[in-house]
């Protein structure tokens, strides 16, 4: 890729709603075994595990998390010696272009999606209870089971629903990249990568599944958080006879053309840390001025890479400020109540114990000394690491579809204000056109997700003709400010809490969970009960 424009500040050119620095080259794709059993709805199958964390990989003779054994109804599991999943992979063979009729667009690729069938009610026929409903996923910028083990939300309420979880991976993410590793080999295969693609898949495959599981009648509720949120939303707008309803967590679908102001994510991030403690925004607020000083020559890079322990000496001097961004931004996205390892190992509340870290040493301190301290709370809260891969690190997640995605259709404008903690910022719709022109040789179509989906005067477009749509947000989440923060009508609510950060509502229930979450949760279930009663209701008058 090329670098950016010089008016962007590191981050802000290309940002993943998960990870702000995807690699550019995808992780090389496993090749799975496949049933020889088209018909069979759920293929027996080599479950192929999710890539290695970082820090999780640095610390490989350490105990791995332990994860929730659940046996699905075909009896496939691990064949590799590892702990039980509670799921079990499959791929559906899927149409590469669902809306043309060129000689390509029949081409198949297999499409990984994840099951777990152990509460659901399956249909009985006759006049017996009804079947439960499918509970789908609409997967993100990167690999499904990352997802679905971050999903713990979806497994704590299978039983009460008595539902089937669905999880399905994004097209060209994952293991469900249609030309292999060729699939981000250019514009040309790219192309077949855009939300409206891939809310088709979706669509395709739950009709597809719900035959073959001779549940045509059960009702769909499809969940998502962050990017997946957006696609959840949007996808109960368009396929209303596919799903009765969405949850959409943390989903910034408001986050386009000049609907939420530009500087409001850098805002929230710098927000966070000044509700925490002045001194510490203001340290941090002083770091970049400081580093670039020092790293404006080799000297300074080399003294530079031993004050950060990075794993080998840093080229460039913006290498360690992404670095440093990184931590602060995560950080906040993630400040959750509990301990918690969605990106990395954090304590409870990680924006308040990285003020404490700054705030714990000596006025005289090197500033950058600080910075660092502060940040290795996010790398290294375990204190593993040994050193940090400051340059040149992988793509643990499968993200990097996502470059391509910032530069066709997903163009969200973000700028740092003066008052922000890190360096001032613009952005230019032209520099951002010629930048993808340079790096994937197509412009961006910067107002065209707000053409396929809306989001100007959303309140009073959405009261209209939209329903049952619950958005949930946290306002420790800079992603919050693009997000739905307000009831739009009796059925698309909005699901608000001061202290929530990303998609929190969608982690696993633990004991040490403030009453707000519990009450956040215990919403969601209750509107989603309403739906699904109402959609009985609904059919029952259908048929009698």
């Known amino acids: 890729m090329a670098a950016a424009a010089s008016s962007a500040p590191p981050l802000l050119a290309f940002l993943p709603l998960l990870l702000l620095l995807a690699a550019f080259s995808p992780a090389a794709t496993a090749t799975a075994a496949r049933s020889s059993n088209p018909k069979a709805p759920f293929p027996a199958v080599i479950p192929l595990h999710l890539q290695s964390l970082r820090q999780q990989r640095a610390r490989a003779g350490s105990s791995a998390a332990k994860h929730v054994a659940a046996a699905a109804a075909d009896g496939a599991s691990a064949s590799d010696g590892t702990a039980a999943k509670p799921f079990t992979a499959h791929y559906f063979p899927q149409e590469l272009d669902h809306f043309t009729f060129t000689p390509n667009a029949s081409m198949l690729f297999y499409q990984k999606y994840l099951v777990n069938d152990t509460f659901w009610r399956r249909p009985s026929g006759g006049k017996g209870a009804a079947a439960g409903p499918l509970f789908v996923y609409t997967g993100n910028e990167g690999d499904i089971e990352w997802f679905a083990t971050n999903t713990g939300f979806m497994f704590d309420i299978a039983p009460k629903f008595g539902a089937l979880l669905v999880f399905i991976e994004h097209r060209f993410y994952g293991e469900s990249k249609p030309f292999g590793n060729d699939s981000y080999k250019s514009a040309k295969t790219l192309g077949y990568l855009t939300s409206t693609q891939a809310l088709a898949d979706f669509a395709v495959l739950i009709r597809s599944l719900k035959h073959n599981l001779s549940a045509e009648d059960a ?159 996010y790398y290294n809260y375990t204190g593993n690491l040994t050193c940090n891969p400051i340059e040149g690190e992988d793509d643990p997640h499968g993200l990097g579809g996502w470059q391509w995605q910032a530069c066709t259709e997903m163009i969200m404008p973000m700028t740092v204000s003066n008052e922000s903690m890190f360096p001032p910022s613009s952005f230019s719709y032209d520099e951002r056109s010629e930048e993808c022109l340079e790096s994937w040789g197509v412009r961006p179509r910067p107002h065209w997700v707000t053409t396929e989906y809306g989001g100007y005067k959303i309140d009073k477009v959405l009261k209209r003709f939209g329903s049952n749509i619950i958005f949930s947000n946290g306002m420790r989440d800079p992603w919050s400010r693009g997000g739905v923060l307000k009831n739009i009508s009796s059925s698309i609510i909005a699901l608000v809490t001061e202290k929530g950060a990303h998609h929190l509502d969608f982690r696993s229930a633990t004991k040490g969970d403030p009453d707000w979450v519990i009450e956040q949760r215990r919403q969601e279930v209750e509107i989603i009960q309403g739906w699904i009663d109402q959609y009985h209701q609904d059919m029952t008058e259908i048929y009698y």
Not at 269 to 284: A, H, M, P, T
Not at 310 to 323: L, M, R
Request: charged residues 20%; hydrophobic residues 40%; negative net charge.
């Open 219 to 377: 009702p769909v509720v499809v969940f998502g958080g962050s990017y997946g949120g957006m696609l959840a939303s949007w996808f109960r707008l368009k396929y209303p006879h596919v799903a009765i309803g969405a949850l959409a967590s943390s989903a910034p679908i408001l986050q386009f053309d000049y609907i939420t102001p530009w500087s409001s994510f850098y805002d929230a991030v710098s927000q966070d840390y000044k509700s925490e403690s002045l001194n510490c925004f203001s340290v941090i607020k002083a770091t970049w001025d400081v580093l670039d000083e020092r790293g404006a020559n080799d000297k300074g890079l080399l003294e530079l890479s031993k004050q950060f322990r990075a794993c080998k000496t840093v080229k460039y001097a913006d290498s360690i400020q992404n670095w440093l961004w990184t931590a602060f931004t995560y950080t906040a996205m993630v400040d959750y109540p509990t301990p918690a390892n969605f990106l990395e190992n954090l304590p409870a509340y990680p924006v308040k114990e990285m003020c404490k870290i700054i705030d714990g040493y000596p006025t005289n301190t090197d500033i950058l000394e600080k910075a660092f301290a502060a940040a290795s709370l």
